[in-house]
């Protein structure tokens, strides 16, 4: 029962690392794998992690961030994402759009990702739908590109 127990709150942990930025399932693939699951198990939970918060982040963001901005405390940081996620991905989204926003939540590198990829078709009105979908579909790449390299460590 108790092994259960440890089981679950490990996988619970890949999921919520897998969630946050920055980490994302970059970060919550290797931590499976060090916890004790296999590359394979570790991946469809960072998967899970990384998909699951994609909807809402497309929902919310926009209207978070003009909120905050509006506040003294959060205006100069708010700001500050909004300048970097234009300056970072703007060019690239816009001449190629749709595949722009995919390799930028593809390709698994830091500050690249489902947040990032979110932030940025917020912030250049990219239709919620299409988002979803060029979105999540970066994820599952990036997810089998990171399995691949996870699973070669491994074994």
Known sequence: MLNIIEEIKNELLVIILAAMP???LRGAIPLGISLGFSPLHSTILSLIGNMMIVPILLKILNP?????EKTF???????????R???KTKDTIIKYRLLGLFILVAIPIPTTGAWTGCIAASLLKIDY?????VILAGVLVSGLIVFTLSYHIVN
């Open 85 to 87: 996620t234009l300056r």
């Open 22 to 24: 920055l980490s994302e």
């Open 73 to 83: 405390i959060f205006s100069k940081t708010i700001g500050w994402i909004k300048r």
């Open 129 to 133: 739908k299409n988002a979803l979908f």
């Open 64 to 68: 978070i961030m003009n909120y905050f």
